[in-house]
């Protein structure tokens, strides 16, 4: 089920990017291919911009490196199945959304697969750095942290509900996520954050600032957290304990 679902979500998509394309008088589609050749401005009106977006969408959906989509055939699909001329068998094209399903398929894990030896490999270069710099602490976990400022009490348990703010980055500087900006602090049991907080927060006190480099199999591992954080990646946190409840 899982190869074939994502194949009819995509031709879901394609059929109703050409049901607006079929929807257009025959002057409007010529007027759209000819700004498009005399590169007209694009996309100015709400459906404009919709008929566009959708089409980038299944363009960059539909391409993976082994299959080469004919843009008049699946014109002449869509428009052969509303009038009920299908060129092909129901059995056979069941058969070729199946192999196209499994190809697709077998197209997105290769690349999870190349981004993850590609994040490892980055991950690792990167920690390996930051545990040479002055003040960094080394847990046996492999964690890294540094501590901006001390705090004073008593540190929480995994069974304790912490009050914190955060800010969250890629190694590369790109932002995922920020309790600050939102105005609004994160409250939580401790047990309830991924393993890198959790070691930290147990070893850290009320009031304390850090920053925390987080190897990737103590924070989202190998599959990541789609779309802000790809699989493989080590993470950066600046993260201040406010309170332990």
């Known amino acids: 089920m899982r190869a074939m679902n994502k194949p009819r979500t995509y031709l879901s998509l394609i059929a109703a990017a050409l049901a607006l394309l079929a929807a257009l008088p025959a002057s409007a589609q ?7 050749e005399d590169e007209a401005p694009l996309a100015e009106t709400w459906d404009e911009r919709a008929s566009y977006a959708l089409g980038v969408n299944i363009g960059s959906n539909l391409a993976p490196d082994d299959l080469l989509l004919d843009p008049d055939l699946l014109l002449r699909g869509y428009q052969d199945a509303l009038e009920g001329t299908e060129a092909i068998e129901s059995d056979e094209i069941d058969t070729v959304l199946r192999e196209l399903g499994a190809r697709m398929q077998a197209h997105a894990d290769r690349q999870r697969q190349a981004a993850l030896l590609e994040n490892t490999a980055r991950s690792s270069a990167f920690l390996a750095t930051k545990e040479k710099e002055d003040g960094i602490v080394k847990t046996d976990s492999g964690l890294l942290y ?16 912490v009050t914190v703010h955060y800010r969250g980055t890629l190694i590369d500087g790109t932002q995922f996520d920020n309790t600050y900006d939102r105005g609004q602090p994160a409250t939580s049991p401790v047990n309830g954050f ?13 009031g304390a600032k850090w920053e925390l480099f987080i190897p990737a199999d103590l924070a989202y591992g190998a599959h990541g957290s789609p779309p802000a954080i790809p699989p493989g990646a080590a993470i950066r946190f600046e993260i201040e304990l406010l309170e332990v409840q």
Not at 30 to 36: F, P, Q
Not at 146 to 161: C, I, K, M, N
Not at 194 to 206: D, F, R, T
């Open 194 to 206: 991924i393993p890198g907080w959790v070691e930290a927060l147990q070893l850290m006190k009320p």
């Open 30 to 36: 010529e007027g759209a291919v000819a700004a498009v």
């Open 146 to 161: 540094r501590e901006l400022r001390a705090g004073e009490g008593e540190s929480p348990t995994t069974a304790q509900v």
